[in-house]
């Protein structure tokens, strides 16, 4: 009965399946979950984006929710094609914002206030969009076929990303984000070094909030390739913002001083694809390890806690002395078996409130 949505109109059902899911997660699988004490209204905006679209093929997965299998079809492949990548052009609707607020309001008002909230999360992945539009092959061939392509092609994204970030500032549409919300790929966002000085919280802006990036296409491309075709484009965007996420699933260890280069950064996220005990010893005391375990132990015909245990175990021995936390995430499938998660999230529970 937790799980039966009785809202009708889409609008609302949405509303009612983040309140549901946050309720669900409480009960069964809260880790470290915070509540907030508000309903947040989301600011109405559109972005025209890049103006190039994905094309290829989408093969959906038998038993994972949402899970696609993608091929692209290349769109760029040549210097000339650069043209096809358009400025983005970002525009508030105010007047549905506040419709969406007096809805709300008329809902949630006598038990929790709502409050308009901006983007608290602004993705930033230059390359994520390159291989949907050049292929991923083609894009990693290119790397050495023809690297001056590939420079410029994520040249010319970081500078629409730089574009469209200005808009957000022009339009007040950013969020304060040291706080209960998702920064990069997954984290809390509390911390003590933000906002800094001169902070208007009626006008939020990057130097006051976390900012992120990756390059997941690149985990087994080298420090010096990740270097010229991703990081050093990333630092004018990077140097935007109070504090940085970097990384997602991709793996790191290898890779520590160059992303040193990036002056404010404070978390590294890596997935279990590393040697833990190179990671934790690369990345130190200087940053908060934001570990993502394996999932696979979701999906087999029978679970093996004990295996999860052991992992997270091997990743908590590791970073002793040091700043780790564990995200969950890119679950595929649970095998039907939904209390896989809370055993799991039970266990992790366990092992760090046992730490010393």
């Not at 609008?11 to 983040?18: F, I, K, P, S, T």
């Not at 492949?77 to 709300?104: E, N």
Request: charged share 20%; net charge negative.
């Amino acid at each position: 009965d937790e799980l039966v949505l009785r809202c009708r109109s889409p609008w609302a059902r949405a509303l009612e399946v983040d309140l549901r899911r946050q309720l669900y997660q409480w009960r069964h699988l809260p880790g470290d979950m915070i509540f907030n004490t508000y309903v947040p209204c989301p600011i109405a905006y559109r972005s025209t984006s890049f103006g190039i679209m994905r094309q290829g093929e989408l093969l959906a997965v038998t038993g994972g929710a949402g899970i696609n299998s993608q091929h692209f079809e290349p769109q760029i492949s040549c210097l000339a094609d650069l043209k096809k990548i358009k400025d983005p052009v970002v525009t508030v609707d105010r007047a549905d914002t506040a419709a969406r607020f007096d809805v709300m309001h008329e809902a949630f008002g006598d038990i929790m206030p709502v409050r308009e909230q901006g983007c608290n999360n602004v993705w930033f992945t230059p390359w994520d969009n390159l291989v949907m539009w050049y292929g991923v092959q083609e894009a990693l061939m290119d790397l050495i076929e023809q690297p001056e392509v590939i420079n410029a092609a994520v040249a010319r994204i970081v500078e629409c990303c730089l574009k469209e970030l200005d808009q957000f500032v022009a339009l007040n549409l950013l969020a304060a984000n040291n706080n209960n919300c998702r920064i990069g790929s997954g984290a809390y966002g509390y911390t003590s070094e933000l906002p800094r000085a001169g902070f208007n919280p009626a006008h939020p802006t990057p130097p006051h909030l976390w900012g992120c990036s990756n390059a997941q296409i690149f985990t087994e491309v080298s420090p010096e390739m990740h270097w010229e075709f991703a990081l050093r484009h990333d630092l004018p965007w990077l140097a935007r913002w109070g504090l940085i996420y970097y990384g997602c699933c991709e793996a790191l260890d290898t890779k520590m001083e160059i992303l040193r280069r990036i002056p404010n950064l404070r978390k590294i996220s890596m997935n279990y694809r590393i040697h833990v005990d190179r990671a934790a010893a690369a990345v130190g005391s200087d940053y908060v390890f934001s570990y993502k375990p394996n999932p696979a132990c979701f999906a087999t015909d029978a679970f093996d806690l004990g295996k999860a245990r052991d992992e997270l175990k091997h990743v908590l021995d590791c970073t002793r002395g040091g700043h780790v936390e564990l995200v969950l995430k890119d679950i595929s499938t649970v095998a039907g078996q939904p209390e896989r998660l809370w055993q799991w999230a039970a266990m992790a529970q366990e092992l760090v409130e046992g730490r010393t």
